[in-house]
């Protein structure tokens, strides 16, 4: 009597996954450690660095839905850390914080449109100039000579490169005319 010998489609399938996956993390560990010199958390924990920048790379997702946003962290928040990631690498630092700001916190400045002026008669004018609103940011105040912006109205950082001539000497005008 001849026996057969029943060998489960799925779980083959499994062994060859596992294989492919074992054989990829050895190759992935090799070239951590001999020839990648770029990322050091990947040259001293190989392979498990790769799962580290990936986690990092989706974070901000998992952190929306499920640990908190970029402004609860401390003692700095996400933001502030992906500014001091990106200058310690040489790389662009120069990145908006956008609406990631909590615009409803108290002592937010905000600048409506002309359809909901403000009225005169409780307007505070500052040094005889109307339309000076003073910044309360100082900026580097712990150094030797901190500075005060005289106006909330600033440029923000943008690409000049990408704008034209007349729009740039616009952008500067402006800038001349709200000081």
């Known amino acids: 009597m001849q026996e057969f010998v029943y060998i489960n489609p799925g779980f083959s399938l499994f062994v060859a996954m596992l294989a492919v996956l074992l054989g990829v993390s050895i190759l992935l560990f090799f070239r951590d450690v001999l020839f990648q010199k770029r990322h050091t958390i990947q040259h001293n924990f190989p392979v498990v ?4 920048y990936m986690l990092e790379r ?5 952190r929306q ?7 609860e962290e401390r003692p700095f928040t996400r933001s502030e850390r992906t500014w001091v990631y990106a200058s310690a690498k040489g790389e662009n630092n120069a990145f908006g914080f956008g609406t990631s700001e909590e615009i409803d916190a108290l002592g937010y400045p905000i600048v ?5 002026p403000f009225p005169d008669d ?8 109307p339309s000076l609103v003073p910044c309360l940011k100082i900026i580097g ?5 901190p500075w005060r ?12 490169g ?18």
């Open 49 to 52: 660095g790769h799962l580290r």
């Open 58 to 62: 989706i974070g901000p997702e998992l």
């Open 65 to 71: 839905y499920w640990v908190a946003n970029d402004k």
């Open 112 to 116: 409506k449109h002309a359809a909901f």
């Open 122 to 129: 409780e307007a505070v004018v500052i040094d005889g100039d």
């Open 141 to 145: 105040p712990q150094r030797q000579r």
């Open 149 to 160: 912006p005289r106006s909330i109205v600033n440029v923000s950082a943008m690409s000049y």
């Open 162 to 179: 990408s704008l034209g001539r007349k729009a740039t000497e616009a952008i500067n005008r402006g800038c001349a005319l709200a000081q």
